[in-house]
């Protein structure tokens, strides 16, 4: 059973910065893509960022610049390092696992994680 942990949330002023951790355990092998979403207040759940198993990584649009997704394997976390916030950035953050089991997708998610970007 695969299990999904973020913290590093919080509030922080426009043009500032945090740096999200999503913490993984259980077994994982084979391909798959760990995912960053965001859901903000009244909208749908949004897809921001990927990085496969094999190292791949992409992002939507309108964080391509200002945020970075990484890895690392040794400790199995995922990053989510967001530089210059834009209050429209506040939402719940959430770490998202997706892999195919026995033909079939199946997505594992975190709790979630606030992000409020305020001055």
């Known amino acids: 059973q695969v ?13 500032g910065f945090l740096r999200l951790t999503c913490a993984v355990s259980g077994t994982i092998s ?5 995912n960053w979403y965001r859901q903000a207040p009244g ?3 949004e897809l921001l960022t990927t990085i496969t198993s094999e190292g791949d990584t992409d992002y ?19 990053y989510l390092q967001m530089n210059r916030m834009k209050p429209e950035d506040t ?5 998202n696992l997706a892999r195919v089991e026995v ?3 199946r997505d594992y998610w975190g709790q979630g994680t606030q992000v409020t970007v305020s001055s």
């Open 60 to 78: 939507t649009p309108s964080v391509k610049d200002r945020f970075t997704i990484s890895r690392d394997i040794t400790k199995n976390m995922v």
């Open 3 to 15: 299990q999904l942990v973020e913290s590093g949330g919080g509030t922080v002023q426009p043009g």
């Open 30 to 34: 084979g391909f798959y893509a760990m």
């Open 91 to 95: 939402a719940v953050y959430y770490c």
């Open 43 to 45: 909208k749908q759940r």
């Open 103 to 105: 033909g079939v997708r």
